[in-house]
């Protein structure tokens, strides 16, 4: 059985159907990770689709998830007369003059099926529509792909090829061979590899663009996620001081207010701020920046400074002088937001095996096999980095799994709610995600103070995470619209 699996695709509803049963029972798609190895898979990823239906292989022989000949005691094999399919092939459907066959539906709904517990498969013709409706969708993303010129060339073809012996503990000739003897066509195999490298290519490349995320986006979701209490408002405020000695007479004072406001309307008439607080403001301490006192806690300006802002839009120049003790100030409001206040968060050092479902390895078998490298660990007849080493197909791989400290939210919910849970030294039961099936330890646990800028990364990843999906979707309905698509279906009665 040979492992083709890479990073894993989105889809959802096309045309009003849900595909989300087709979706979670074909998580494999033969690219990308192949050729980017460093990434650690269940950390969060702009631009990696969650799941879809995964191109059924046209080989003679039906081979499927578990529909497959015997590998290391990891696959099964089923009767499934070829000629089913064989006889009864026509077209049904066309996608910009390239056809699909009911060849094409059959295996794919196959392969469908056995990833899919019996008790939640649909009925078989609400299943094929699920399953055309995805083939379409990615016949239309690769003529996509093809009109802007994207291309996978033989260098990186054979690097993947190269990449799924490796997974598979085979050379490149033993994995032809191997194909040959599941019935699977070489050059076949890598032209469906072909196109699961573009595809990827190809969503990674014009769906994240689509997200928009701003910094009230990312303020409401740190309030929420933490709480109010967690944020407190800061400013940004730029000031002109004319200063007014103790002791002054009031003809002093006068003179000075008079030099103040002579300021403030230079400054409201579009006079330059930085400017005019390099030449008329008597705070050394902020002359030389033009006047900004940098971003400060409301808590940390004064009173003054704080009741005359609330009033100001960004931007926005005071309209009236102020009055403190020190003197007379012309403010301006550069800007405000919602700062994190001292805060601790759960940081954790955990590490992984990631082995990924293909058309030939499905994931209850991967489950298993988990299961037993788990027992393994626990007794004491391997060690965890030894055997995240030898199996583990993420980039972590060669550093024993070791992902080092993660922020919370950096990785996939699925991932991090098991960590959550668990305790140092313990080791997971097999958790599958998007990514994979992990088998994970957590090594340590520690609490350390937030870093306001990390926590908003981590806060602008999640909300990309959340929109992935919807922006995914959309984009997939404008590519089909695009496309030239004709139905046919009929033949068998005709």
Same mark, same amino acid.
């Given at each position: 059985?040979?492992?083709?699996?890479?990073?894993?695709?989105?889809s959802g509803?096309r045309?009003?159907?849900?595909?989300?049963l087709?979706?979670?029972?074909?998580?494999?798609?033969?690219?990308?990770t192949?050729?980017?190895?460093?990434?650690?898979?269940?950390?969060?990823r702009?631009?990696?689709?969650?799941n879809?239906a995964?191109a059924?292989?046209?080989?003679?022989?039906?081979?499927?998830?578990?529909?497959?000949?015997e590998?290391?005691g990891?696959?099964?094999?089923?009767?499934?007369?070829?000629?089913?399919?064989r006889t009864?092939?026509y077209?049904?459907?066309?996608v910009n003059?390239e056809?699909?066959?009911?060849?094409?539906v059959?295996l794919?709904m196959l392969?469908?099926l056995?990833?899919?517990?019996?008790?939640?498969q649909?009925?078989?013709?609400?299943?094929?529509?699920?399953?055309?409706?995805?083939?379409?969708?990615?016949?239309?993303?690769?003529?996509?792909?093809?009109e802007m010129?994207?291309?996978v060339?033989?260098?990186?073809?054979?690097?993947?090829?190269?990449s799924?012996?490796?997974?598979?503990e085979?050379?490149?000739?033993?994995?032809?061979q191997r194909?040959?003897?599941?019935?699977q066509?070489?050059?076949?195999?890598?032209?469906?590899l072909?196109?699961r490298?573009?595809?990827?290519r190809?969503?990674?490349?014009?769906?994240?663009p689509r997200?928009?995320?701003t910094?009230?986006?990312?303020?409401?979701?740190?309030?929420?996620?933490?709480g109010?209490?967690?944020?407190?408002?800061?400013?940004?405020?730029a000031?002109?001081?004319?200063?007014?000695?103790?002791?002054?007479?009031?003809?002093?004072?006068?003179?000075?207010? $008079? %030099?103040?406001?002579?300021?403030?309307?230079? @400054?409201?008439? /579009? &006079? =330059?701020?930085i400017?005019l607080a390099?030449d008329y403001?008597?705070?050394?301490?902020?002359r030389?920046?033009?006047?900004?006192?940098?971003?400060?806690?409301?808590?940390?300006?004064p009173?003054?400074f704080?009741?005359?802002?609330?009033t100001?839009k960004?931007?926005?120049?005071?309209?009236?002088?102020?009055r403190?003790?020190?003197g007379f100030h012309v403010?301006?409001?550069?800007?405000?937001?919602?700062?994190?206040?001292?805060?601790?968060?759960?940081?954790?050092h955990?590490?992984?095996?990631?082995?990924r479902?293909?058309p030939?390895?499905?994931?209850?078998?991967?489950?298993?096999?988990?299961?037993?490298?788990?027992?393994?660990?626990l007794?004491?007849?391997?060690?965890?980095?030894q055997? $995240? %080493?030898?199996y583990?197909?993420?980039?972590s @791989?060669?550093? /024993? &799994? =070791?992902?080092?400290?993660s922020?919370p939210?950096?990785?996939?919910p699925?991932?991090q709610?098991?960590l959550?849970?668990?305790q140092p030294?313990?080791?997971?039961?097999?958790?599958?995600?998007r990514?994979?099936?992990?088998?994970?330890q957590?090594?340590?646990r520690r609490?350390v103070?937030?870093d306001?800028?990390?926590?908003?990364?981590n806060?602008?990843?999640?909300?990309?995470?959340?929109?992935?999906?919807?922006?995914?979707?959309?984009?997939?309905?404008?590519?089909r619209?695009?496309?030239?698509?004709?139905?046919?279906?009929?033949?068998?009665?005709?």
């Open positions: 059985m040979i492992d083709t699996n890479g990073a894993s695709r989105r509803r045309s009003g159907r849900h595909l989300s087709v979706a979670a029972a074909a998580l494999a798609i033969l690219a990308t192949v050729a980017t190895t460093g990434q650690a898979q269940g950390l969060k702009s631009g990696s689709p969650k879809a995964s059924a292989d046209p080989s003679t022989r039906l081979v499927v998830p578990g529909f497959g000949s590998v290391s990891m696959s099964r094999t089923i009767d499934t007369p070829v000629s089913d399919v009864a092939d077209i049904v459907a066309v003059q056809p699909i066959t009911n060849s094409d059959t794919r392969r469908v056995q990833e899919t517990p019996a008790d939640k649909p009925p078989r013709e609400e299943l094929r529509a699920q399953v055309l409706d995805t083939l379409i969708e990615e016949r239309s993303q690769l003529a996509r792909a093809s010129g994207m291309r060339d033989e260098v990186d073809l054979d690097r993947a090829v190269e799924i012996a490796a997974q598979n085979l050379s490149v000739p033993q994995l032809k194909l040959a003897q599941d019935g066509d070489y050059e076949r195999f890598r032209r469906m072909r196109e490298i573009m595809l990827d190809l969503r990674e490349r014009e769906v994240p997200i928009k995320i910094e009230s986006d990312i303020d409401g979701y740190i309030s929420e996620q933490l109010q209490a967690a944020t407190e408002r800061e400013l940004s405020v000031q002109i001081l004319v200063s007014v000695k103790d002791g002054a007479s009031e003809a002093e004072v006068a003179q000075r207010k $008079a %030099r103040a406001e002579e300021v403030l309307a230079k @400054a409201r008439s /579009g &006079g =330059d701020f400017k390099h403001s008597d705070d050394a301490t902020t030389e920046a033009g006047g900004e006192l940098g971003w400060k806690a409301t808590s940390q300006l009173d003054l704080v009741g005359a802002a609330t100001l960004p931007g926005d120049i005071g309209p009236v002088v102020l403190s003790g020190a403010i301006k409001l550069i800007d405000r937001r919602d700062a994190i206040k001292g805060y601790a968060v759960v940081q954790h955990a590490r992984h095996i990631l082995i479902p293909t030939q390895l499905p994931q209850r078998v991967i489950v298993d096999k988990l299961g037993e490298l788990r027992q393994l660990i007794g004491g007849q391997a060690s965890f980095a055997l $995240a %080493r030898q583990s197909q993420d980039g @791989a060669t550093k /024993g &799994g =070791d992902l080092g400290w922020q939210g950096q990785f996939v699925e991932f709610q098991v959550d849970r668990m030294g313990q080791i997971s039961q097999p958790v599958t995600t990514f994979g099936v992990h088998l994970i957590l090594l340590e609490d103070p937030v306001p800028k990390q926590l908003r990364d806060a602008r990843n999640a909300l990309r995470e959340q929109r992935f999906e919807a922006a995914y979707q959309e984009w997939a309905r404008d590519i619209a695009q496309a030239y698509v004709e139905i046919r279906e009929a033949q068998p009665g005709r």
